[in-house]
């Protein structure tokens, strides 16, 4: 999928999005909770960058655990932002946030982030050469020995991707998913998202600049790794 049919897919999912996962809750949780211990030894006014941002579950999980970190928050969708925005003003942290309606590369200023978030988001650039620019720009807003935690589906081809896919539709169906959305996501994992090898997605996040890429999370097909910048 080209960048604004990805937008596109996401501006139509914004405003059911949230409902439509929330079953989900027990990985995101996990992941949410590892992610923690991953960025306890922060400074007390850590500046973070959250790309793909989203409804913001994963920003509004930090800002309550930190509550004197800032946070930028960038998204292309408008209606996906908006949805983080009414969250942060609702859980009273929208004054810590910086919210950016585009991609990174449009974000204004040169300000360094002491770590960033990219949940389910380098998964949809397909070219891999593109992929690690889209980490680069990461690796760019980031102080020396910055930190990024970044999540996509990925596993080895063949029977172990079989296998995994099984389960994770047996999953989302337990989880309430309908079975129209289901069809069209096994559609688009194979057309529109880049479901690669963890080796593959490790090379690429180190191409984009970050030292050797820490598998830190698996369930299902979601993993997510660590990388620092060179300190
Ligand atoms: C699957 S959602 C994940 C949202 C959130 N991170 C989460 O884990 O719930 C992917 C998000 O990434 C955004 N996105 C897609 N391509 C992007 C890109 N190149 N740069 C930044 N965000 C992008 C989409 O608009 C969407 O909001």
């Known amino acids: 999928m080209r960048a604004d049919e990805v937008k596109a897919v996401f501006d139509q999912q914004a405003a ?5 996962w929330a079953r989900m809750s027990p990985i995101r949780n996990a992941l949410y909770f590892l992610l923690e211990s991953l960025f306890v030894d922060l400074p007390s006014t850590a500046k973070v960058l959250s790309v793909g941002v989203g409804t913001g ?3 509004a ?29 609702e859980e009273g942290f929208a004054a810590r946030c910086t919210f950016h309606e585009g ?3 449009s974000l204004p200023g040169v ?17 891999r050469a593109e992929r690690a620019a889209f980490f680069r720009s990461i690796a760019t807003r980031l102080v020396p020995g910055g930190m990024l935690t970044s999540s996509d589906l990925a596993t ?12 994770w539709m047996n999953m989302m169906s337990a989880g309430g998913v309908s079975p129209e959305m ?7 994992y194979s057309t529109d998202v880049a479901v690669i090898s963890p080796t593959e997605v490790e090379s690429i996040i180190a ?7 820490t598998q830190f999370f698996q369930t299902g097909l979601i993993r997510a790794w660590c990388a620092r910048t060179p300190g």
């Open 103 to 105: 991609y990174l590369d």
């Open 182 to 188: 289901l069809d069209r996501l096994r559609k688009a």
């Open 156 to 167: 080895e081809p063949g029977t172990r991707y079989e296998t995994l896919l099984r389960a």
């Open 61 to 89: 999980h930090l800002a309550r655990r930190f509550p004197e970190w800032r946070f930028t928050a960038v998204d292309p969708s408008g209606p996906m932002l908006e949805v983080c925005r009414r969250r942060a003003a």
């Open 111 to 127: 300000e360094q982030h002491d770590a960033a978030t990219c949940f389910l988001v380098s998964q949809f650039i397909l070219d």
């Open 207 to 213: 191409a984009g600049g970050f030292e050797t890429p």
């Open 57 to 59: 579950t994963e920003l």
């Open 16 to 20: 059911g999005y949230d409902t439509q």
